[in-house]
Nanobody, 115 residues
């Protein structure tokens, strides 16, 4: 199994928007896919997930600001992040959702929000 490839991170100011992309190997259409993030010194936590029907779940901290989407034909998952806050600073990873065997974790994409 090949690890997912995340991209799109960067250094942002509070209130700005950013879109992360994830290229996953193999077919993802049978899996719930998710974005996770890990801040320095903290565990990796679920940010958002999207199941095969398009139903989504978000962490309370990002509800109303982040939107997860998927393109099964491209084996891609996206995370649109609006109104970024300093507490969103973390390395963001994509992988299968909770309850599914995980692909090897990728390098992630660093998002830093600072004024």
């Amino acid at each position: 199994q090949v690890q997912p490839a995340e991209s799109g991170g960067g250094l942002m100011q509070p209130g700005e928007s950013l879109r992360l992309a994830c290229a996953a190997s193999g077919s993802i259409f049978v899996y719930t896919m998710a974005w996770y993030r890990q801040a320095p010194g903290k565990q990796r936590d679920l940010v958002a997930s999207i199941d095969t029907s398009g139903s989504t779940i978000y962490a309370d901290s990002v509800k109303g600001r982040f939107t997860i989407s998927r393109d099964n034909a491209k084996n891609a998952v996206y995370l649109q992040m609006n109104n970024l806050k300093p507490e969103d600073t973390a390395v963001y990873y994509c992988n299968r959702g909770l309850g599914f065997d995980k692909l090897p974790w990728g390098q992630g994409s660093q998002v830093t929000v600072s004024s």
